[in-house]
C-alpha cells in the first residue's frame, strides 16, 4: 500500500494530473484538476479515476482516505513497489 498527497481543483476546463508541488511548511503533493463538483463525493471519485489512470492502475486501487472535504487529500494506492519512484515526486505527471 502506498500513500500520496494530492491538492484538488474542483470545477476544473478538464482532468488532469498536473505537477508536483511543495507548500510553505515543505509538504509535497501532487496537483490534480477534475472537471467534477464538490459535492457528494463527486470530485472525490474523479479524483480516484484521473490518478489511477496516471498511475495505470485500476480504479478500484486508488482511494481517497483522507480530507475528503478538503482541497488536500491523502490517498491510498495498492500496487505493486516500482509504483513508489513515481508517487515520491521522481516523476513527471
Known amino acids: 500500500m502506498h500513500r500520496l498527497t ?3 481543483q474542483p470545477n476544473a476546463s478538464a482532468d488532469r494530473v498536473e505537477a508536483w ?3 510553505a511548511a515543505g509538504r509535497t503533493y501532487l496537483k490534480v484538476r477534475v472537471r467534477a463538483v464538490p459535492e457528494g463525493g463527486k ?3 474523479a479524483v480516484e479515476k484521473v490518478v489511477a489512470k496516471w498511475l495505470g492502475v485500476p480504479k478500484s486501487a486508488v482511494k481517497v482516505v483522507t480530507g475528503a472535504k478538503n482541497r488536500l487529500k491523502g490517498l491510498d494506492i495498492d500496487g505493486s513497489p516500482d ?3 513515481k508517487l515520491a515526486g521522481d516523476a513527471e505527471p
Open 43 to 45: 470530485a472525490n471519485a
Open 21 to 23: 508541488e511543495t507548500d
Open 83 to 85: 509504483l513508489a519512484a
Open 6 to 8: 494530492v491538492r484538488v
